[in-house]
């Protein structure tokens, strides 16, 4: 009868394959990342800590910047399905963000460009756009749009909306 039960216990915890090992690293170590792309105060960071709920991502007050260099974040912590990049904002006074773009092009494999609903002087971004299409590194990218609940009228969301859109199409 022993014998049954050692036969289930093995059938029920075989022992590691190496190569399913081996696929597990190379996915930790390969995590999709989703870079987040925008002026300061567009909502990049608090974006990242609503999806996470991860109450460790300080956020900033309207346009004054919290975050002072491009950061990781793993999500979720403990087994990692997924990783954000969150950068400065563009527009920064004496600011140079050509070296913190290289960095994250060559870790991300999306571009999210976030975007203030009122916020129409996009010049930064859209520059910073060029340049990531012209590396080719990144071929993915969406436009979100933020602050929407912040215009009350609705012609003047929809106009707003519409201005964005065709500002990165």
């Given at each position: 009868m022993s014998s049954f039960?050692?036969?289930?216990?093995?059938?029920?915890?075989?022992?590691?394959?190496?190569?399913?090992?081996?696929?597990?690293?190379?996915?930790?170590?390969?995590?999709?990342?989703?870079?987040?792309?925008?002026?300061?105060g567009a909502g990049k960071s608090?974006?990242?800590?609503?999806?996470?709920?991860?109450?460790?991502?300080?956020i900033g007050r309207g346009f004054k910047p919290c975050t002072q260099t491009a950061a990781q974040y793993n999500f979720p912590h403990a087994k990692p399905l997924l990783?954000?990049?969150d950068t400065k904002g563009l527009a920064e006074a004496?600011?140079?963000?050509?070296?913190?773009?290289a960095w994250c092009a060559a870790r991300s494999h999306a571009l999210l460009l976030v975007v203030k609903i009122d916020e129409t002087d996009q010049s930064q971004l859209l520059n910073a756009l060029k340049s990531i299409q012209q590396s080719a590194k990144i071929t993915q990218a969406s436009l979100l749009i933020t602050g929407i609940?912040?215009?009350?009228?609705?012609?003047?969301?929809?106009?707003?909306?519409?201005?964005?859109q065709q500002q990165f199409a």
């Open positions: 039960f050692s036969r289930v216990v093995k059938t029920l915890n075989p022992d590691p394959d190496p190569e399913i090992s081996a696929a597990f690293t190379y996915a930790e170590q390969h995590l999709p990342t989703l870079w987040l792309l925008g002026k300061t608090t974006l990242i800590k609503t999806l996470t709920g991860d109450s460790q991502i300080e990783s954000f990049l004496d600011y140079d963000a050509e070296e913190d773009i609940d912040q215009v009350t009228d609705a012609q003047e969301q929809a106009r707003l909306i519409s201005y964005q």
